[in-house]
């Protein structure tokens, strides 16, 4: 069973697993729900969507720039396999 080291870094996971509850999230309301740097979530978001498994749309509400973030599918796949193998390993018993 392999997880996917993209995904398993902490952070990623954080973000992987708010997205996959929206079909879109503004970069500032993931920023301010896991609690990290500006920098941070850039960084990351930036591994993710190198993977391609996020997108990362920018626009402006107004004359205010804005950054949104939202799974692609194969994100969406790539997480739920990644849930799944999760879930595999702590079914087994601990021998």
Do not use: C
């Not at 591994?47 to 949104?68: C, D, N, Q, S």
């Not at 390993?89 to 601990?94: A, N, S």
Request: net charge positive.
């Amino acid at each position: 069973m392999n997880l996917d080291p993209l995904i398993h870094a902490p952070a990623r996971l954080q973000i992987m697993s708010l997205l996959a509850t929206a079909v879109e999230a503004e970069f500032s309301f993931v920023r301010d729900s896991l609690e990290i740097s500006d920098s941070a979530l850039s960084k990351h978001a930036s591994a993710l969507e190198a993977a391609g498994y996020v997108e990362i749309r920018k626009g402006h509400v107004g004359k205010r720039p804005r950054t949104w973030l939202k799974l692609t599918d194969p994100g969406r796949k790539a997480f739920k396999d990644y849930v799944e193998t999760l879930q595999r390993i702590v079914r087994q018993p601990l021998t």
